[in-house]
């Protein structure tokens, strides 16, 4: 008689596990400031506190003297993520356990926002990622734009990022950060 190990389960694909590796929110960063989970229909509103983020989502902790505080979300439910900082996302409740919660972002947009030097208005494109590696970030457009000198991405979680092109091929680029220079 032979046992067979079969996993509880299925991993993601190779490319989907790129532009969903968790990192963990650093106490200083603007992500670790406090955030309201808020239901369309509903008034009430859930202040909780991001502690991972991945390009597909985020975990949070609902800040509530209640180790269940989650019982009131529903997996698959949609919520309105507000951050302090003024930006906001449409998320569904991917997972719940005690207190925390697995957010998925709805509609990921990826921006690439050039500056204008002429107006002063900087201007935005939507891309799609294709994927990470790294701090490289893959991206494609349906209408390239002019890249040139440094210029920033926005990131699906609302990170924005001081970027430069690496190499572009066959309609894919790759995006580096741009690291300042050092005189010695």
């Not at 983020?53 to 507000?82: K, M």
């Not at 930006?87 to 719940?96: C, D, F, M």
Request: charged letters at 20%; glycine letters at 6%; proline letters at 8%.
């Amino acid at each position: 008689m032979t046992f067979r190990a079969t996993p509880l389960t299925t991993p993601p694909p190779a490319r989907q596990q790129h532009l969903t590796q968790q990192r963990k929110v650093e106490t200083g960063s603007y992500l670790a400031q406090r955030t309201i989970l808020r239901t369309s229909d509903h008034p009430r509103q859930h202040k909780c506190r991001i502690t991972d983020c991945s390009l597909a989502g985020y975990s949070a902790v609902i800040l509530s003297p209640f180790p269940d505080a989650a019982r009131h979300f529903e997996i698959g439910q949609e919520l309105h993520l507000e951050h302090a900082d003024g930006w906001e996302r449409i998320v569904t409740v991917h997972a719940t356990e005690g207190n925390k919660l697995e957010l998925r972002i709805l509609n990921p947009v990826t921006k690439v926002i050039l500056p204008n030097g002429e107006t002063g208005i900087p201007n935005c494109h939507e891309c799609a990622l294709l994927g990470t590696h790294g701090e490289l970030y893959r991206v494609t457009f349906e209408e390239e734009p002019e890249l040139f000198g440094a210029f920033q991405l926005e990131l699906p979680t609302g990170e924005t990022v001081k970027v430069q092109v690496r190499w572009a091929r066959h309609g894919e680029i790759c995006l580096q950060p741009v690291t300042p220079y050092r005189r010695l």
